[in-house]
């Protein structure tokens, strides 16, 4: 066991006025397994280029280990995967490795085969595995489960868990709780790190945000209290003064002898005012420090267009082909009004195949196939590759309302300081949120997502589960976020 010692961290890209860290300072212990959370575009990935040397920055980072980042840079793809093992960790021993595979449930014939064969699942495992026999090393892990199957996912988890020494950057919620135990968070003004998992971290951060919002509320009703009584006790000063002020000398000695009296009071009502106006400016600095880490997580809105017909689509006994390569067989389901339905399988199964037949490609089969005349329907693909030139561009470019674009874009967590921005630069979470929100605005009687959910942050998520359940979209898409399949979908369609 040692420390990892982060102290009066700061750091700003070159050419940005904001600093993504400021004088941030934690400890981390290398023998946790710490789950990684926070919205996106908040620096996770950044704080991991920094432990690896990357950028320069002022502060102090010390540790005793090597840091090793996942996903690991395979130069040459066409060589074998033993070879691309040993260039991870040259002084590899054979039966561990082969310990390692079994344990991922990975056939040993992999390491004999080009690692450009392998599939994305495969990859993921064969580089985990080579990565976790390097001696002295503490991993970073930057969200394996992009490329992963629900299957993949609980067999890696499972792997994970059995493991320590990681920072684990996922936005599965069910991923993390399988197999870390402490969490590491970005919040919106500091870091904090607590012990347990996602659940335990996520049921703590709701108690602080309603004990917050309650502090709050009990704060804005004093502040108005003493507003009230400062503008009283400042009316009372005022009309101490003005009989001070309009004493005339020519009265009565009875009169006269008043004079000291309402000086005395109008002094003394001034001073009483001049404190409360104190108090209240006290109170308002003190609301500023309240609410510092509560998340806007606004609620998105979704409007379909009405179809005439409760069938939107059918399919019969369909089956996909890629010449002599079958993509899936024997599919039947029907698309219904109202219909959540996801479509699961393991990575390979066809299940985009089948949502680029739905969606009017040209694709060969066999069986029924009827979709609805003159049905609109908003595509999510799992690709953001395309996405380049600014926000607006893209507005008037797929024929959406730029307002509401960027208002859904808003309550996703966006800045405006990202509006000004090229999207090539984006975060891969800040590019999902781009078509969900292209999506969002689109007029369709359909909405078709694959693996909508890639890269994108918890707090997200959980705004679109609310979304779909309040609104009751149609909606075909695919993901393998169990929790998110299990609070969305109406039907599951199993490939």
Known sequence: MSLINVTNLTFAYDGSYDNIFENVSFQIDTDWKLGFTGRNGRGKTTFLNLLLSKYEYSGKISAKVNFEYFPFEVKNREINTIDVIEEICPDYVHWEVMRELSLLEVSDDVLYRPFSTLSNGEQTKVLLAALFLKE???????????????NARQIVSGYLKSKHGFILVSHDRAFLDNCVDHILSINKTNIEIQRGNFSSWWANKELQDNFELAENEKLKKDIQRLASAAKRTSDWSDRAEARKIGFDPTKTEKSAGRRPYEAAKAKKMMSR??????????????KSRLLKNIEN??????SQLDYHSDRLAELDDVSIFYGEKTA??????????????????????????????????DISYTGTFRRASQLKISYVSQDTSHLNGNL??????????ESLFKAILRKLDFSRVQFEKDMSDFSGGQKKKVLIARSLC???????????LNFIDVLSRMQIEELLLEYTPTILFVEHDIEFRR?????VVEL
């Open 273 to 286: 005012s001049k404190s409360i106006q104190e108090r209240q400016q006290s109170a308002i600095e003190e």
């Open 297 to 302: 997580t606004e609620k998105l809105k979704i």
């Open 136 to 150: 002295n090393s503490f991993l970073l892990i930057d969200e394996p489960t992009n490329h992963l199957d629900m």
């Open 392 to 401: 607006t561009g893209y507005a008037r470019e797929n024929d959406i309302d």
């Open 442 to 452: 689109e007029k369709v009687h359909l909405h078709i997502w694959d693996e909508p």
């Open 487 to 491: 609070n969305i979908a109406t039907k």
């Open 328 to 361: 899936c067989r024997g599919v039947s389901f029907n698309i219904e009004k109202g219909d959540r339905i996801a479509l699961s399988g393991r990575n390979g199964s066809g299940k985009s195949s089948l949502i680029k037949l739905i969606c009017g490609e």
